[in-house]
Structures are given as structure tokens and as C-alpha cells.
């Protein structure tokens, strides 16, 4: 914590005219800075009492006592039934409420990067008693041979924190992790709403983001940044958190001290498409139009997403504190919305962002801004102060009149920072309330305003006013810490317990107030053996048949006070248990590997010896009598498996006689046992088949072979060459979900149509629903399992899918997708060095500052380009132009069309040299560089592109390695150079 007044303090955020702040005004929030806020001006602003919806107050700073009605739930329990809650630890309400870690799988440049973390209690940075700790650690980056390494341990609670190794990054090891960490706040099932948001429009928290996320320095327009960056977001899903959610977010930058953020009723996208030629929702969205409250009261699910959380140190850590609800009347929810304000307590500087409703090519915006040290309104905004200095992200637009300018028509976000009057200084550094008004003064000409915006409204005191010409207020306090110690009297916060249910895991947690801590808890009378209290007032156990039952709890404080209260909890009858056991099938083998049913992508292709062939029951060895002749199984990107897990393999005997051998499996060899790579063969039970008879054997997986499993292959060391067959194999696990490999959905185009058929990825099997989470705005899932829509903002969205199946088997499956900007297979300032699209009927197309085309012997020209002609190896393939002459600067960029000549859609990266005039090898590695991934839909054209970060330099050549197995299906068409010393009319395209 910071000293800034020469006492220690603390930003706390309120809504204007709201209620008293927890504090009780610890600083006078009616102090009058200027006389124009009289108190018998009239009311133009109204709040009803903000209340708390989350203090974060954890009893003695400590996560694992929780806080008001909310208790703690660690990893390996999953007491409140969280999705994914075995694996990490959760906060839980005693209503069923949930707020959980949102981790996701993906370890590619393009997809982004694992990132562990976890959630902890922290009273050294708070507003006031304790506030939520995002603490992230470890992750996944691409290490320099291309594949992908990990950084720290995987840490998913706060126990596990404890038990790491906590070393720092080696050498060679990036100081910095792309993932980021997000929250997910749930009601009690996918349809329930949350009871606290009726009435309400605003929803704020206090946020104290890293230093390291940004500063005032790096915050304004260049080249590079076209507007300010989201930096915090919320996602609302209404009425079903299975369906589509809006997107509503703030911009503020790390200012050294806490950032308010206000969310009100207004979203800026939504998943299915916005809507208009703006993207212009009204407050409400699609459902509530107009209707902000109701927008809030039909509020199933919200994601918190820290944008900001990326691109960080490896031990980082965001605070988010005081989670509040209220209400505003009489305030501009249509032009100005979601508001946010941060404070820099050296400069004594604000920064504000807040979010226009209209983005277009002519949908410019200006605002005015004003502050008091008392509550602005409609009727005292002209008389509230101007700052000193507006400073624009646009700093060419900075302004001494109170005027902050949109910095870019075609988005939302608008960006300030504010310095104050000098003789107002001190007022802050007294700790005054400051209150901050805005006030939407755009003539947005040539652009068709949403009707509600000039809807009148009859504020009292000023009679009837347009809604866009109302005023939006923030406020921000400061407040001492209070370290009172809580002196009342020992009692029970907890009423009631939930029901339980006959035959099933229970659990409820206890709360309690007053006294000295730490406590101690004790069941005096409990209904059988299996109940048990932990320290913290957690409680569990096994409930058996009965109606009801009696519980009676004991607490006693430090000083040796205790008191005794009896539960009556209603026991209901489990109608229909399920079994915890799930059997899932893996491989059915048919008359080929392309008839073979294989549920996941994740192990998606046949293994097989050169003997070994198909019959319409499964696969067997066909030719040759040695017991070495022998392999099959199934290979992919792998399945995350636990120890304990069983793999099932049925065998059929299709002979007249009796036969006895003992197979063996191999998860890390792909070929047959003694030869190839090698690899660690284990030994399976030794199996008896009897004539004509069918039996399953099983290998359960130890602690040692659990993770991914990439690999299953089975020999089944047998003399017998067609009378065992191998029919299938399957999956028994106890494990409530499968988690499957991130895949990567095609890359779509800002504003174009988008589809993306799941099947191709065999996830189809047997499903009876699919949940989306955050799927990128302008989608939808369709019931054909379709993902859909309109591609709306550019960018790289990381979503999951929660396919529920007929089995009661759950697969989750993390996905992304690119979105590029609407411009991006149009360039300008670009010409073509060689095109080889045309060959057939204009030969090849070669730029005059380049002599030869050069390439590999195995490299040739089919259909329409260069690709691999001979052989099918990755490596036996270069091709393109030498014996030149051209300049490449910072940013400059060499862009390759290719075209996927196959029946399935490809993903790869492709390397580039701008020295080597040869085949890329090991000795020549260094002169080569990785280009992203590149992803083309079957018979379709695709992009990619190389941005220059060096010195400007001169060069002769350019050399394309395609880096994937194939022969004549990649083809290279064209490769095209982008500069901005050529002609702006030189435009490359394609359509």
C-alpha cells in the first residue's frame, strides 16, 4: 500500500448519489469543494441504497474461512458442484452461487497459452478487511525448436501453491506469459438468475490491475494502437448461461492506484450479431429494450475477463475488491456507457474510459467532462470544473476546455486522462471525494441516431430532456483503513443448511460472527460416522436413507467462548443415481481404418502393422505366422487420462480351437515391439480365449503414465494369425468430464459471413446439447451443431464447447478463432514479386527486381503453384525468387497465397528466409523464420503473413518452406511484397 496524504489510503469507488460506502463516510462525502452543489438544488440525479454483493471480507484474511455467506471449496472436493471443480478451487455461496477460475488449453501462437493460477485472500491490498487475490503462475510458451514447453508448476489452488517449486525462469525460459486468468460467476443452475440484480442498473467492483498491463506513456494513437485497448470486460449471458452473452467493457489503464468500474444496462456486442449498420444496441439489448432494469434482473451468468492479465510476468497478480449493485435514474444510458476511473497517487492524475454507442467510418464523438467535490447533476454540470488538461489518446486532440474526443469512429472505446485545477490538488491529497460528470455534446452528422436517444425525459427541476443529453456521473473516494476488530458478541450467521439428498455426497459450510478468532468447530451430534467439520466450519459427509436428520454444531473462539446450535436438514430420495463410472468407446475397428468408428479427434488414426489387416469384426494379423508381426492401436494429439483409468480391449476368437496369450501395450511406441523408435512396452493379464468366444482384458493406467496420452498400442504376442481379432477398445474412467485438445476453427474476416461444421473434428457422437462459453460475438450455435454468424471485431477469441452425450459423458473442448480485419486480403502499398497462379496460360509472373525462381528438386508446379511434386516430406519443398535487389524496413510485410488442394482442412506454418537460397536443415535453421499458423478450408485459398521487425536492410532473395507433410496439396500461388514506400494505389487483393 502506498502513501499518498501522509496517511495510508486506500481508492474506493462509488456510484454518484449512491448510498453510504461500508466505511460509514470514514471522509465526508458531503464536503462543498465549490458552492454552485448547493444542498437545496433540486434533485436531477436519483440512486436507490447501493448494496453489497460481494465484500471479499474473508474472516481473518484468509480464502479458506470465506466471507459473509460464502465459503471456500478447494481442489479435489467440488462441495458446491462446479464445472471442472475437482480440478481447482472455487468460492461458493450457501444459495448456490459460484465464482470460479476460467483456465484455457491452448498452446499455439495463434490460439494463445496455457496460463495456471488460482484465487487467495489479501488484506495487504484491499479497500477495506481483505480483497479477492487473482494470483497467476505458470504456462505453456513455444520454445525455439517450435514445440511447446511449460513454465512453473500447474497451480489451480492455493494448497497447491504452497506444495510448488516456485523457481524463477531459466535461461532461455520468456519473462513474460500470454495467458491470461478470467473468472466465471454462476447462479445455481444454467436458467436461474440472480435474485440480488432485480431493481437494479449498475453493477460496479474495484479493480487494482499490475503495473506491468500499461502505463500513460504507451496509452496513445500510433500506427500500432488504433484505439485504446480493452482492458476489462464483462460477459452477461441472459436468461440461459448455456446461450450467447453480450460484451460490455472499460479501457483504463494501470494508474498506480484502484480503478472503479462502473457496468450499467447498456451491452456493446453480442454473440449472435449487433444490430444496424452501427452495431448501436439500445440499453437493454435485443430482450429489454429500453428496459435497463429488467436487463439486470434476467441475468443467468458473467464472465469477469481481464484482458489485461496477458502478456504478463510469470508470478502475477490482479485484485478485484467490493462487488456492488444500485440503481441510477435520470442519467444517459444510451451514448455514454460503462464508465470506469483509476488514479495515479504520485501524479495525482485520473485516467477515464467509458464507450460511445455507435461505431461507424463517419461515427466521430466528442464529450465534455467536468468534476466537483460534491455530486454533479443535470442541472450543475456548467458549473462543475473544467480539468486543467483533457489528455486525448489522440494527444494531437488534448484539450484545455474539458473536451475528450473519440480516437477512432469505427470503435466504442473512448480514453482520458485528467489533470485537476492546482488548487484542487490538495483537496485530493486530503482524501475529498471527487466526483466526475460527462456529458455527450457529438453532432454525429450523416449517421441515423437510434429513436430512444431523443426520447424526452422529464427530469425534476429541468423539465423535459433528450436522453443523449443527459449527464453520466462516477465517483471516487478515498477512505482510511479500518483495522477495528469485530468485539461482538460469539453467534451463528448460518440459519439453515440446504437438503440433502439420500445416498450422495453432502457438504455446507458454516458461518459465524463475533467473537476472537480463530475459531474452533465441532459436531456434537451428527446422523452417522462419514460427517465431518474442518476448521474453517466446512461440512461433509455420506447421507443415508432417512427423512430427516439431526445436526448440532459447536463453536469456541481464541478466549474460550462457546455456543451450540441444532440443525434439522430434510433428506430427499436420489431417484435415480447415476454411476460414477463411465465406459467410453474409443475405437470400434471395421473393414479399414477409414470405416473404423473412432469417437475423438484427440485419437484419431489407426496404427497398424504391415501384417495386420481389417475384417468386418476388427483387425487382426492377416499375413505371417511370428508373434512380433503384430501392432494395432490409435494415435492423435492426445487425451488427458488420470491414474486409475482403464482401458478395455475386447477380442473375439474366430477359430475352433482354445487360445492363450498375454498382450501388451505401449503408449509411448507407435510401430512394433524391439523395432523403430522403441519405446516402454507393459505386460497385460494374460487372457484365455475359448473356441468361438469373445472376452475384453484391461490395463489400468498408473500414476506414472497418467496425462496425455497420445498413444495407444496393443501386440497381442500370439503365433495365431487370423484367429484373434482385435475388436475395440474402450475408456473407463471416474473422471466427470473429458477433456479434449484445443482445436483451431477456420479463420474468418471482419464483417463476412462465417460457418464452421463440428463434425469434422467427431464430436458428434451421441449428443443431446452443447454449451458455449464465450464464443466470439456475431456466432451462434445452431442445432446442427454449426457454429455461425457474422464475424464482427478482428482479433483471437479462445472459447469452449460442453458437449453433453446420451452416455452421461461430458467432453469439453477448448477452440479458437482468428478474426481478421475487414481489409485483410486487400493490401495496398503492395506489388506482387512472383505469381504462379496463372502458369498454364501466361507463364510464371516474375517482379523485375528479382532474375530466378529458385527450388527444390522434389518441389514443382501443379494446378495452380509450386508444392511438393516427388516426395511428401515437409522438408523436401522450397521455392521462390533470387538474384535480387529490395529493401525491407521495420513493418514492411511478404504475404503468401496459398491454395489447400484437399478434401480437409489444413493447418500449418510455414517458414521463410530471407539468406538461404537451399532446402532447410538443421545447419541452415537459423537463416529461417516461422510464419503463424496458417488455416485453409478444403479447395480454398488462404493467407499468410510475415511482418519484417529489423533493421532496414537490403536483401536477394525470398525462400518458402510449406513445413507439412504433403505432396500437391498445399500449393503456393503467389508471394506479394507490402511497403509503405510504394504507391498507396497499388492494391494486392484476394477475392
Known sequence: MKSVFGFMMLATLLISCSGESKEKNKQSSTSTANTESSENSPQTSVANEDELFMSFDFIDGKIENGF???????????????????????????????????????????????RFGFIDADTSIAKKGASLKVQMTGGAYANSEGGVSFMGPEIKSKQDFMDADLTSPHLGEPSTLDGGLSLYLKTQSSTALF??????????????????????????????????????????????????????????????????????????????????????????????????????????????????????????????????????????????????????????????????????????????????????????????????????????????????KKPNSGYNQIWAALELNQEHKIKVEQGKTIYFAIKDVSKREGIEESKVDNELVNVPGLGEIKKKNLVKTISYEFSVIDDSVNDGPLSFVTEELPIAKSNTKYSAQLLVSGGVPPYNFDLIKRPNSTYQINETGFLKGITEESESFELIAQIKDSVGSAIQKSFTVKVERELNPINDKKVILLADFKNSSEETELSFYDLNTVIRDRYTGFNDIGIYTKFGMGEGYNYQGIQGPGLDLTAGDKLIFTWHNVSYADHEFTPTISFTDNDRQGSGKGGIWQQMEPLTLVASDQKTSTYTLSERESGLINIINVAKNSTENSAIILDKIELETLQPSINLQPIELVEGVEGRQYQFDLSEFNIDKNITNIETLFLPPGLVLNDKHNIEGVLVTEGHYEFELKIHRNDNIIINVPAGIKIHPEDYYTASNCKVIANFREWESSGIYLDSDFKKIIKDKYTGLYLNGFTNTVAS???????????????????????????????????????????????????????????????????????????????????????????????????????????????????????
Open 195 to 404: 435474485g440480488q440484480f432485480k431493481g437494479k442498473n449498475r453493477l460496479t467492483l474495484w479493480l487494482k490491475m499490475p503495473p506491468a498491463a500499461g502505463n500513460l506513456a504507451s496509452q496513445v494513437k500510433s500506427n500500432s494502437l488504433r484505439r485504446p485497448n480493452i482492458q476489462f470486460s464483462i460477459y452477461p449471458f441472459i436468461n440461459d448461461s448455456r446461450k450467447g452473452h453480450y460484451y460490455h467493457y472499460v479501457s483504463n489503464i494501470p494508474m498506480g492506484g484502484w480503478t472503479k468500474v462502473q457496468f450499467d444496462a447498456h451491452p456493446l456486442h453480442f454473440n449472435g450479431g449487433s444490430p444496424g449498420p452501427y452495431s448501436a444496441f439500445d440499453e437493454g439489448g435485443y430482450e429489454f429494450s429500453g428496459k435497463g432494469q429488467e436487463y439486470f434482473e434476467h441475468i443467468a451468468a458473467l464472465a469477469l475477463v481481464p484482458s489485461f492479465s496477458k502478456n504478463l510476468p510469470v508470478f502475477s497478480e490482479y485484485y478485484i475488491d467490493e462487488i456492488r449493485l444500485g440503481y441510477v435514474d435520470y442519467e444517459n444510458e444510451e451514448t455514454i456507457n460503462n464508465v470506469g476511473v483509476g488514479f495515479d497517487p504520485d501524479k495525482l492524475l485520473f485516467d477515464i474510459s467509458f464507450n460511445d454507442k455507435y461505431r461507424c467510418l463517419q461515427c466521430s464523438a466528442e464529450y465534455e467532462v467536468r468534476y466537483a467535490f460534491s455530486p454533479i447533476n443535470n442541472l450543475n454540470f456548467e458549473e462543475a470544473h473544467v480539468p486543467k488538461e483533457v489528455i486525448n489518446f489522440n494527444r494531437a486532440l488534448n484539450s484545455s476546455v474539458g473536451l475528450i
Open 68 to 114: 459473509d455467506e460464502w465459503f471456500y471449496s478447494d481442489k479435489g472436493n467440488n462441495d458446491c458442484n462446479v464445472y471442472n471443480g475437482l480440478s481447482q478451487s472455487n468460492l461458493c455461496s450457501i444459495d448456490g452461487l459460484k465464482l470460479s477460475p476460467y483456465y484455457n488449453y491452448y498452446n499455439t501462437s495463434h490460439m494463445g497459452w496455457t
Open 873 to 991: 516430406s515437409g522438408s523436401y519443398n522450397y521455392q521462390g525468387v533470387s538474384e535480387g535487389a529490395y529493401k525491407l524496413s521495420n513493418g514492411d510485410k511478404i504475404r503468401l497465397v496459398w491454395y489447400n488442394n484437399s478434401d480437409e482442412r489444413k493447418y500449418f506454418n510455414p517458414r521463410i528466409s530471407l539468406t538461404s537460397v537451399e532446402r532447410y536443415s538443421r545447419e541452415t535453421a537459423a537463416q529461417w523464420e516461422e510464419f503463424d499458423s496458417v488455416t485453409i478450408a478444403p479447395h480454398s485459398y488462404g493467407l499468410g503473413e510475415y511482418i519484417y521487425s529489423g533493421d532496414k536492410k537490403e536483401y536477394q532473395s525470398i525462400n518458402i518452406n510449406v513445413n507439412y507433410d504433403q505432396k500437391t496439396q498445399l500449393i503456393l500461388n503467389e508471394i506479394q511484397l507490402v511497403q509503405s514506400s510504394l504507391p498507396n494505389n497499388s492494391i494486392c487483393k484476394l477475392e
